[in-house]
């Protein structure tokens, strides 16, 4: 089981949270760099031996919308004439409100998932993040993709942003789950380094909840969301049964997938490469060589059992106790159990419900033992 993900850069504004690869005001390159993807594409495949049969494949940005459809489909068409799609293939394009237009085209080339960048529905926190729709846009938008056609749509909420009060989120998560999305992804925002919102917190400009409004937002999101029948299956992602996102579960599962655009990330056969970060950078260099990798590592055995703990801790059914044996580990762990950071369930080990909220430390203090 292969994912395959697609990196559009293109976006009409930039929001200051973001530290994505992406790029504003460039949509007269999306034809060229169509072009590049499409040849990247096509030269990375007859690497892969044998050919993989895709169960996923995921447009991420950027915004993929921000571009024709056409060139999403010229895409699409590649991947269909060159490879295989698993039959139950789960094909995800990222939209913003305010892209509506476009989403039965989407529909029509074959997307069959929608991940929608709500981050709010209330417009004094969009405003605060910068995000160029109303919360009248966005549960437009969602009605939209439905009417479209669209059975499984994603939406992703950010909770944390300046200036917003627990209430405010509070009303933000039973609004979303009045739409009843088939899955919610719900993202604490950090301050990201080189973007708007470092520099604003730096000048001392930038006013975010304390640290202890944000854990009570978690865990509202948690219990309204748990509440209302959908499974927390990883420390951010919440689906109603059977609508998980597969691509991301790749990730976390530590299957194999190959990434093609700018900055995209693969792992294969247990390395990991990545390609160039810069738009133009990117299209000389695949219209050069056919692509455009920037570096690449081999994982060390010691590497990939570290990464196997710190993906399964995300997901709520945990790790395998088996994989987090190694004796050097045993008095950390034994801490952490103590902490009521980590618990035990049926043979995992997983992250308690004070875990989930510091589990960047209960990661960081396992790196230390490796």
Known sequence: MTGLYIHIPFCQTRCPYCDFAFVVNKTHLADRYTKAVIREFETRIKDLEPAPEWCSLYFGGGTPTAIPIQNLKQILETVQTKTALSPQVEITAEANPGNQDRFSDLKAIGINRLSLGVQALDNRALKALGRNHTAEEALSAFHDARRAGFENIGMDLIFGAPGQTVSEWRSTLQQAIQLNPEHL?????????????????????????????????????????????????????????????????????????????????SFTAGRRSWNIRGLMAYIREVEATGTAQEGEEMLKPADRDLERIMLGLRKRTGVSETLVSIPRLRPQLDRLLSDRLLEKDNGHLRLTRKGLLLADLVCAQLVKEL
Do not use: C, K
Request: glycine share 12%; net charge negative.
């Open 185 to 265: 992804s719900v993202y604490g925002l950090t301050v990201e380094p080189e973007t708007p919102y470092a520099r604003q917190y730096e000048n001392g400009n930038l006013s975010l909840p304390p640290e202890s409004a944000q854990a009570e937002m978690y865990g509202q999101a948690i219990d309204l969301l748990s509440g209302a029948g959908y499974v927390h299956y990883e420390i951010s992602n919440f689906a109603r049964p059977g609508f998980a996102s597969q691509h991301n579960l790749g990730y976390w599962e530590e299957r194999p997938y190959v990434g093609i655009g700018l900055s995209a990330h």
